[in-house]
DNA sequence: ACATGATGTAAAAGCTGCTTACATTTCATG
DNA sequence: CATGAAATGTAAGCAGCTTTTACATCATGT
């Protein structure tokens, strides 16, 4: 992991990777501008050239973040194809797997307090995330008569909600807070499914 | 603020509130120990004599927040007199209210990453506050007929994700994620009867 | 009264965040 | 090429936090 040339190359990549590992391992509380920059192999000083603070850092990690969420959401909605409600079960197991599959992400993106205000980008990244929520339900609800049409702003706020509670209370692994008798894809979906049927969309869902 | 004696007198409170009202300024990750020993007009080394670390100060945080958390909803609950459906709104409003009024309760509890394991009395304070929901969500479904009825664990998990979805993301006035076009309160209570609706409970809600 | 434990302080080591001054490399431009 | 500017890295240092150790003070029970 030691370099040869005096200028790393790619130190701002390699700091936000050092950053992934080292808030997987530890949490974003227990992550460290010098940490990571030891583990990229530099001086202590070093990261400073590519990020105001610490707190940019982190920042920045959300930012990537929610990039690569938008990408894994959109690929599983997939236009809404071959129909809405199965398209929407692809969403909601692809939002849970991201929040397993990268915890690192998710908690900079979701818990680690990073105020959204600070970078532009960062809130244009979430509403890009949030726009494919905002389609999904548009989709949903087009199958609903036109008149008492519910509003599918509401829709996507709280299809996003329910996702988010169950990534977050159920859905890392280790970290969860509680054992399940069930895994959160099919907590999520089975309340997705309720929640929509409650609205007239699909059908009623099977107990048990 | 100073003291004329010597002996504190009841240092491990004044920790405790010092904490809170640090991270309620400052967030989870703001918040340090010299701080609160400073607040509190003692010593650095002083908190070591009352808790192990500062890990162990903010799970103790957590702890009284989940007691004081099952306090609020039981409280709101009050039994599901008069009638399940509107105690539930109560449980709802009561949920929310916390997370607005007690953020730096609320993010110690459910995002400064504690691991849950390390107190028993921090879980079982935690299983004190799923026992109520537990319960609200065996009261909604006791009046749907017994074959195929669903199980109320699952529905209490359901209300539990959506609510804890809506506080993080939208309940906490400045530090919401997202400009809403309706009071948290109001989205939960919505996506609540939608919900129940789908199972069967309740009247359907009036769209809009 | 006085021994003992509980609770505070002081001092120090090791760490982090961040700044400043300096060193090295890259790159555009003539 | 040559060369100066910009970019990128290092070294050194200050301030603040965490935690430990040794010591000081107070409270309590017999």
Redesign the pocket.
Same mark, same amino acid.
């Given at each position: 992991m030691s370099r040869r040339?005096?200028?790393?190359?790619?130190? =701002?990549e390699a700091l936000i990777q050092a950053a992934l590992e080292l808030i997987g391992e530890k949490g974003h509380a227990g992550?460290?501008?010098?940490?990571?920059?030891?583990l990229a192999?530099?001086?202590?000083?070093?990261?400073?050239?590519?990020f =105001?603070? =610490?707190?940019?850092l982190m920042a920045d990690v959300a930012r990537l973040g929610f990039e690569q969420f938008e990408i894994a959401l959109s690929r599983a909605w997939n236009g809404g194809a071959p129909d809405p409600l199965s398209a929407l079960a692809r969403l909601g197991r692809a939002y849970l797997a991201f929040a397993r599959t990268e915890p690192a992400y998710y908690s900079s993106m979701f818990e680690a307090g990073v105020p959204p205000e600070s970078d532009a980008a960062l809130v244009q990244a979430g509403e890009r995330v949030f726009a494919i929520l905002r389609q999904a339900a548009g989709a949903l609800v087009a199958r609903l008569p036109e008149p008492g049409r519910p509003p599918s702003l509401m829709i996507a706020l709280h299809i996003w909600s329910l996702s988010h509670g169950v990534a977050a209370l159920f859905g890392r692994g280790d970290r969860a807070r509680r054992k399940l008798p069930m895994s959160p894809e099919d907590l999520l979906e089975a309340g997705v499914l309720v929640y929509l049927h409650g609205l007239g969309i699909g059908l009623p869902p099977a107990p048990g």
């Open positions: 040339t005096y200028h790393h190359g790619n130190l =701002r992550f460290t501008f010098a940490d990571a920059a030891r192999g530099v001086s202590p000083a070093a990261p400073y050239r590519h =105001r603070d =610490r707190d940019a």
